[in-house]
């Protein structure tokens, strides 16, 4: 992951504005053989006003399938879906680099409002 360790360039606050960050909980989480790189697909919920969206997360080394459910998640819910192997990603769901540059995925320190938006 050494290409994302550059500090990018200067962007504006509305460039931030743009990017659609919202808390939601995983409601199920099921293995995804056909990935190339170890993955899971994540059914999360960001509340009614965006409803449940699919993800494809890289997460299998510091989170187990079994604990997932019921885990709050930062994810960019306005990019467009992207088709991962045979399944359509819908959002992209948030991590940050472990010492050994695998993901750790972003999660409220709190309890946090369903589909609460990042500011």
Known sequence: MAEHDEIQA???FEDFLAVDIRVGRIVAAEPFPEARKPAYKLTIDFGPQIGTRRSSAQITRNHALEDLPGMLVLAVVNFPPRQIGPMMSEVLTLGVPDADGEVVLITPAKDA???GRLY
């Open 10 to 12: 200067s962007i504006g």
């Open 113 to 115: 409002k369903i589909g």
